[in-house]
Structure formats: structure tokens, C-alpha cells
């Protein structure tokens, strides 16, 4: 019995002793990442999509910033784009959803279809492939706005691109 | 060979001959010597009407039976050459023909070629359908409805014994049904909106997104540097067609002109309002991407209802008609040497109207011939290649109710004639010649559209799909074959046009 609370006792000093050493170890180093959200941002801009869907499962902070900050999915959707798009585009991705639905919809399965069939990975996006991309995602908004009056089945996901997701075996 | 047969009537005469057959080895009495006689006679026909491929296989697969029991020998090589040959026009062997597996699969002498027959089974219940299917078009054309009908039996106790859930088997199945409608009348009409079972269409493979994307992209072409622009789409259904050209109008450099949409459908028949409902939506879309837009919509059962002043164009706007699928309805009405005929009134209030461009996109089959065989014949090919094209699409409901789509469209082809045939599909190369005649001239729909669609079909990814360019316009089809065609075309300007 007596060996036991010792041992208690020198365990819960020693476990003090630690923290107290780690505190002091986080006042010599004073970069925390999470402290420095533009720091943050700004690398998160360059990760590519997966990359991105596992830093949204790092923390809350984390988390927060690639659900709610559309900036980062814009630099995904249009990293390859040999020139960079024209102002007037983001105002009308914003209105049809937003750039990371944009990904998530459209960018992301068209980019993974088309080097499906052409063998290359990282590619340049021509314009007309972005011109098309957004002509799809167009279509997905309007398919969204029938959700509401019913006389279009709403699914869940949007059916017009549903092409897009399969896999089809011929 | 020849046997002779004397008819034997008293019994001491017959044991006679029975003893004299077994002495010279053959197991078969006389009284069964007349029918032998007479399987002999089809099965020297049989040879000498089928190819020496036929024999050549023949000879190498046949199991061979024992050829002193000569009344099941012969049954046996007539029945293997049945099951290789093309169908012999006995029509009163028809629905034999169809029984006659079930007949097969429980003599035992033939269970040792069974195996060979089940999977040959299939392709010959193939050949045997389509067989049938032109012997009853056929007799249809002639009149004979009664043999048309034992046909449309014959073909439904085949069908049975198929697998319908794909390949001839489906489309065979739509087809022998419309050909009971075409005899019998209607019935069990599926009560599903059309536009409905449009939307599934458009979902279930790429002929609509095509047709829409390509349209839009010789129309932006057209509006180039145009502040006010005007479309008129001949059948608005969802108004699926515009979202995407409200988008490219929005990031048009320069900025988006004023657009105006004129959407002509059906009425609705409860309160609703569903053309306003379509333009309330995109109206919306517009709004969000800023593009000042205005609709109106024009509420019309038949395309040749519709009066230019409805449309309310004004002098000062670029014009864009739009025709996915309608044109060809206009082609049933009965020639009166009076009035110009529907397409004639409704290409002219096009011209009237100057548009910048027209849009015509359109099966790409001959469905508008007179001779009911002809039509039928080209319907087969046309609608089986469709089907096969459908196989790839996994995704449902959409491939199902594509189908009805799609079976709506046989049928009229199939049953209807006079003004209720609406399904009159023409090909490229007529509508060329007549639109050239009413006064229109081709634009060429250009590279963009081209790497459109080509893209659009690598999304789409499923192998089999195929866009060419022909003269200036865009085919998509499926391995080969042609199935939907885009065209544009502008009007010739009165003083230009030299009327011969």
C-alpha cells in the first residue's frame, strides 16, 4: 500500500515536472501555426483537393477555414488555368454557388474524367474547358432554384451532372 | 432418293414389309414410312436452300445418330438445320417454330446437343424476331391484318424465351407492341408528362445536352457586339437550354447584352403556368449573374398556331430561332395546292422575322416516307442503334423513363398517320435541300463548337459516342452511325434570292 502512493505521488510529480517543461518549450518557440491564420491561408491556397479534405479534419480552426473560405477553393479550381480568369467571373461563380461547390461539382470531376482519358495528371485547363465547366455548374444552379417549385425531381445531388460522378463501363 | 409407297391396306402385306425393312436394317415400320418420306423431301429442300457454310459446320458439329432408326434421324437433321438456317417462309410452321424448343428440351434424344442449342438459341430467336417483324410490317403494308396478327403472336410467344432486358429483345419488345397498336388500337397509355420523361432523356444520355450546347454556342457567335438580343425557342419544356447561355452572355467580354427570351409550349391544363413558371426561374438565375433579361411566353398546341405578331419583335434586336426537335412535326399537313403547307407558312415568318441565326437541330433518320415497310425498316435500325447507346447510361430513373421517351416516339412513327404522325423525321441532307429552297442559307457552326462537343463526350465517357462534322454542321452519333444533327442557318436577303 505504501509502494502504491508513493508511486502515485511520483507520478503526478513527474507528470508536473513535464507540463511545466512543455510550457517553457512553447515560450522558446514562439511560431504556432494556428496564430498565424494568413500564413495558414495562404498555404492552404496552394494544397491540392485531397490534400485540402484532409486539413479540414486537423482542428475546428481548420475546419472553419476551408468550409467557409471560398478564396482557397478559387485558387483550386483555377491553379492550371494557363491564364487567369477575367474579374467578372467571380461575382457569377459566387451567385451560382460559391467556388468550392464549383469544385466539388463540376471542376473536380471534369479534371478527373478528362485525364482519365488522356493519361495526364497535372495538365493546363484550356479556356474551353473552363467555359464548360461553368456552363455546367450554371446548369446545376438552375436545377437547385427547380428543387424548390416541384416540378423537377430535386435529388439530393444534382442529376444534370450525375454523368459526371459515375464511372461508366462500356 | 425416292421410295415408293403403295398404300397397304391389309395387315399380312404390312408385316410383310416390316420384316423386309428390318432385314435390310432399318428400324421403322410402313406405316410411319409416308411421314419419313415427306421429312425427307423438306430436309433435300433444306440442303439445297441453305449455303455450303451452313452444310460445311454442319457437317463438323453433328452429332450422329443412328441412321437405321431412320424416322428419328431425319427429324434430328431437320431440326439441327432449323436452328442454323435463315427461317424457311412456311408460315404455318411460325408459331410451331416458337414451341418447338420447348419440344426439344424434353426428347431425350437431343439432350446431347442441348448445350449447342442454348447458346445458339438466342442469336437464331434474334434473327427468327427480325425475320418476323419485316414478314409482319410486310403484311401489314399488304392488308393481310390476320397474318399480321398470328405474326404479332408468334413474335410475343418468342419473346418470351428471350432476355428483354437488353439488346434486339427490348427493342424488338417496343416495337411488336406498337405494331399491336398499329392493328388493335390503343391501350394502357403510361400517364407521364412529356416534359418529364424530356427531362429523363436529357439526363440519360448526351443527344440533348449536344443539341443545347452546340445551339448556344453558334447563337453567343451571333450575338457578337449586340446590345439587345432576342431568342425564340420553339419548345421551352424546362428551359434547360438557356442557364448556360445566360452564364457565357454574363462573362461575355464587354459585358451582357439585354436578352429577352420568347419560350413557345403546350398550354397547361390545370392552373398552373407553366411557361410563366420557367421564366420566373430563369429570370431569377439571370438576376444573379446580372444580366437584364425579360421572358414571355406563348402558349401553343401546334407550331403552325404560332403568328409572328406574338412573338413581338422589335426592328432593333439581333433575333435567334431556336428549333431542337420541332420542325419536323411541321411536315404532316395534307398538301393543298390553295395554302401553303405548315412548313412553308412557319419557315416564312422566320425569314420575315431577319433573325440572326437559326438553330435547327434534328434526328438524323428517314421516319417521313410513305411506305409504311420503309418507314418501319428504318425506325428498326434507327431506334436499335438509340437503345444500344442507352445501355450505357447507369444512372435511373433516367434510363428507364428514357426508354418510355423513346417508345412514345416509336409509336407514333409506328401507329399514326396523316396529321397525328408528328414524329416525321427527315435527315440532314433534305433539310438542307429545303431550307435552301424556302430562302435560308448554311452558317458554318465552327471550331468552338466542335471542341464543345467533343469535350462534352469525353465528360460523358462512355466509348461509343461520336461527333463529326458534316459541311459546316455537327452530327453526334453512336459507333458510326449518325443519330442527332445541328445545323445553323441564316436568311438570304429578299433582293438576293433568284426564284426559278
Redesign the interface.
Known amino acids: 500500500m505504501v509502494h502504491h502512493h508513493h508511486y502515485h505521488e511520483y507520478m503526478q510529480q513527474k507528470m508536473r515536472r513535464n507540463t511545466s517543461n512543455q510550457q517553457q518549450q512553447n515560450k522558446r518557440h514562439k511560431f504556432f501555426i494556428n496564430d498565424n491564420i494568413d500564413i495558414l491561408r495562404e498555404i492552404l491556397k496552394r494544397l491540392d483537393g485531397p490534400s485540402l479534405g484532409v486539413a479540414s479534419c486537423v482542428c475546428r480552426l481548420w475546419c472553419n477555414l476551408t468550409n467557409n473560405d471560398d478564396s482557397i477553393w478559387e485558387h483550386l479550381c483555377f491553379r492550371h488555368v494557363l491564364t487567369p480568369p ?1 474579374a ?2 467571380r ?2 461563380v459566387v ?2 454557388g460559391g467556388y468550392k461547390r464549383l469544385y466539388m461539382v463540376c471542376v473536380r ?2 479534371l478527373s ?2 485525364s ?2 488522356e493519361r495526364v495528371m497535372k495538365r493546363v485547363w484550356t479556356r ?2 473552363v ?2 465547366s ?6 446545376d ?2 436545377e437547385r ?2 428543387g424548390g ?1 416541384g ?2 425531381a430535386s435529388d439530393a445531388s444534382p ?2 451532372l ?3 460522378c ?3 463501363n ?1 | 432418293m425416292e421410295i415408293e409407297i403403295d398404300s397397304v391396306s391389309s395387315p399380312s402385306k404390312v408385316k410383310e414389309i416390316d420384316g423386309l425393312l428390318a432385314d435390310v436394317g432399318y428400324k421403322v415400320k410402313s406405316s410411319e414410312l409416308h411421314q419419313v418420306a415427306q421429312n425427307i423431301e423438306r430436309l433435300e429442300n433444306v440442303i439445297v436452300n441453305s449455303s455450303s457454310s451452313d452444310i460445311s459446320q454442319f457437317a463438323s458439329d453433328t452429332i450422329h445418330y443412328d441412321p437405321s432408326d431412320i424416322g428419328n434421324w431425319v427429324d434430328n437433321l431437320l431440326s439441327e438445320f432449323d436452328h442454323t438456317n435463315s427461317l424457311p417462309y412456311d408460315f404455318s410452321q411460325l408459331s410451331d417454330l416458337a414451341q418447338d424448343q420447348h419440344h426439344h428440351h424434353h426428347h431425350h434424344h437431343h439432350q446431347n446437343h442441348q448445350l449447342k442449342v442454348v447458346t445458339t438459341v438466342e442469336e437464331d430467336s434474334a434473327i427468327k424476331l427480325i425475320h418476323m417483324l419485316m414478314t409482319c410490317a410486310d403484311s401489314l403494308q399488304r392488308g393481310n391484318i390476320q397474318l399480321a396478327g398470328s405474326l404479332i403472336e408468334g413474335m410475343q410467344g418468342l419473346l418470351t424465351n428471350m432476355n428483354t432486358n437488353s439488346g434486339i429483345g427490348k427493342v424488338a419488345g417496343y416495337f411488336i407492341d406498337a405494331l399491336n397498336r398499329r392493328i388493335f388500337g390503343q391501350n394502357n397509355i403510361i400517364h407521364i408528362e412529356n416534359d418529364v420523361l424530356y427531362h429523363h432523356y436529357y439526363e440519360a444520355c448526351p443527344y440533348l445536352k449536344f443539341a443545347h450546347f452546340t445551339a448556344n454556342q453558334a447563337i453567343l457567335e451571333a450575338f457578337n457586339g449586340h446590345d439587345c438580343v432576342h431568342v425564340i425557342d420553339f419548345n421551352l419544356m424546362h428551359g434547360l437550354q438557356w442557364p448556360a447561355l445566360i452564364q457565357a452572355l454574363a462573362l461575355r467580354p464587354g459585358g451582357p447584352p439585354f436578352l429577352r427570351l420568347t419560350g413557345i409550349g403546350p398550354p397547361s391544363h390545370d392552373d398552373r403556368d407553366n411557361l410563366r413558371e420557367i421564366g420566373l426561374r430563369l429570370a431569377e438565375l439571370a438576376r444573379s449573374v446580372n444580366v437584364r433579361f425579360a421572358f414571355r411566353g406563348v402558349a401553343a398546341w401546334r407550331l403552325e398556331d404560332v403568328k409572328p405578331w406574338m412573338l413581338q419583335v422589335s426592328s432593333k434586336e439581333a433575333v435567334a430561332v431556336n428549333s431542337i426537335m420541332q420542325l419536323h412535326r411541321l411536315l404532316g399537313s395534307e398538301p393543298d395546292p390553295n395554302n401553303p403547307s405548315a412548313i412553308e407558312t412557319v419557315l416564312g415568318w422566320i425569314r420575315s422575322l431577319n433573325p440572326k441565326i437559326m438553330t435547327v437541330v434534328e434526328q438524323e433518320a428517314n421516319h417521313n416516307e410513305d411506305g409504311f415497310m420503309d418507314r418501319f425498316t428504318e425506325a428498326l435500325h434507327y431506334y436499335s442503334t438509340v437503345f444500344d447507346s442507352l445501355e450505357a447510361c447507369p444512372v435511373e430513373p433516367d434510363k428507364a423513363m428514357a426508354e418510355i421517351y423513346l417508345q412514345r416516339e416509336i409509336c407514333n412513327v409506328v401507329c399514326c398517320e396523316g396529321p397525328a404522325r408528328v414524329e416525321r423525321h427527315e435527315p440532314l441532307i433534305k433539310w438542307r435541300e429545303r431550307l435552301g429552297k424556302t430562302g435560308f442559307r448554311p452558317l458554318h457552326l465552327g471550331s468552338n463548337a466542335f471542341k464543345q462537343a467533343s469535350m462534352l463526350l469525353t465528360l460523358f465517357s462512355a466509348e461509343g459516342y461520336c461527333v463529326e462534322e458534316n459541311q459546316g454542321s455537327l452530327t453526334l452519333g453512336w459507333h458510326s452511325r449518325p443519330l442527332i444533327a445541328a445545323s445553323a442557318w441564316q436568311a438570304v436577303p429578299e433582293t438576293l434570292r433568284f426564284d426559278h
Open positions: 477575367p467578372t467571373v461575382p457569377v451567385a451560382l470531376p471534369v474524367r478528362l482519365e482519358s474551353h474547358e467555359q464548360l461553368l456552363s455546367l455548374f450554371c446548369i444552379s438552375y432554384l427547380a417549385g416540378m423537377i442529376s444534370s450525375m454523368f459526371l459515375n464511372p461508366i462500356v
